[in-house]
């Protein structure tokens, strides 16, 4: 049997696919059934910062920032089905019931409540933390800078009361990824995770209405992630986590050569169960027997740019053109 044993954030997983944060792990059954799939890790779906009771007056300050899936004004309409006990009640009972690693998300856009929280969390079991920092600069009345800030302080606020490892989860959407990459990494991050799938949307033309696009990810999504995990693979201090457009081996693959330390998989369970975890360590395992190669640490970031002779096809896009012949 192939070696899939992966060390994640200094975690130990039995291998590489983490179930990502989504509502299919807001509960211990739904933990269990991925664990018993074969899950290396569960990252449970995220707390909101609008659920720990803050000061809804300097939430609203920062609601420019919002920019997820289920972002602020989701929150607010649907209501909050989980609060902050109640999530720490997760925490604890989930450890409980299995033994992979149990890693909280908490979605924030403020850097003023997660401080004490995430004491808690810890004091709860939580093996690490997943910051889901999914802010869309789209204000043109604030700089990078000042995005980049946010990020900065939320990070290093969390990281002043923990001792667990705190990854954080973000979008593609910076003037210098790499930059902030390692700026995160530098200031305690064990791990980025790339990248937030922003709130997708779309109009409709007969009522002349804004609606939700599509929920889930594609397979053609992978694309982004794939390029900057194989441009961060081994410059950047911490492990990366690829996620978005994973769906099956063939995925994670792709995101183990181009330098990933762990993959994570959401849309893909929602299309075709919590038991397609096993068909996809299944399929994994077979790839590696068909290559040779008995572990993952093998191959891993062996098609990052680091390790090529020809760094150059990873960012200019005249070389399009000789790889795949477009004219």
Not at 20 to 39: F, I, M, P, T, Y
Request: overall charge negative; hydrophobic content about 40%.
């Amino acid at each position: 049997m192939a070696d899939m044993k992966t060390s994640y954030m200094g975690l130990e997983l039995r291998n590489p696919l983490i179930v990502a944060s989504c509502s299919l792990v807001n509960s211990v059954e739904g933990v269990q059934r991925c664990a018993d799939a074969g899950a290396g890790a569960v990252v449970l779906k995220s707390l909101f910062e609008e659920q720990i009771e803050a000061d809804t007056k300097e939430i609203q300050k920062h609601v420019w920032l919002a920019g997820h899936t289920e972002a602020y004004d989701y929150v607010r309409q649907i209501g909050l089905q989980t609060g902050e006990q109640d999530y720490l009640n997760l925490v604890e009972s989930a450890k409980k019931a299995v033994s992979v690693p149990v890693i909280a998300s908490l979605n924030c856009i403020t850097p003023e409540w997660w401080t004490d929280y995430a004491g808690r969390l810890e004091a709860s079991g939580a093996d690490g933390i997943e910051l889901n920092m999914a802010i869309l600069p789209s204000d043109p009345r604030h700089s990078s800078n000042d995005i980049e800030k946010l990020y900065y302080d939320i990070l290093e606020g969390v990281k002043k009361n923990v001792k667990i490892p705190v990854a954080v989860k973000i979008g593609p959407y910076f003037t210098s990824l790499a930059t902030v990459g390692r700026q995160l990494c530098s200031r305690g991050a064990s791990a980025l995770v790339l990248f937030n799938r922003f709130y997708q949307l779309d109009i409709n033309i007969d009522k002349l209405t804004l609606v939700p696009g599509y929920h889930f990810s594609t397979p053609e999504e992978i694309n982004v992630s794939l390029r900057w995990i194989s441009l961060l693979a081994g410059r950047i201090d911490c492990d990366l986590s690829a996620t978005t457009g994973v769906h099956d081996a063939t995925g994670v693959v792709k995101q183990l050569l181009a330098g990933a330390s762990t993959v994570q998989v959401c849309s893909t369970l929602y299309k075709h169960g919590i038991g397609h975890l096993s068909n996809i360590l299944s399929n994994l395992e077979a790839w590696m027997k068909k290559h040779h190669f008995e572990s993952v640490s093998q191959f891993r970031g062996r098609l990052s740019q680091k390790e090529s002779e020809m760094p150059e096809l990873y960012e200019r896009l005249q070389y399009v053109k000789s790889l795949v012949g477009i004219e």
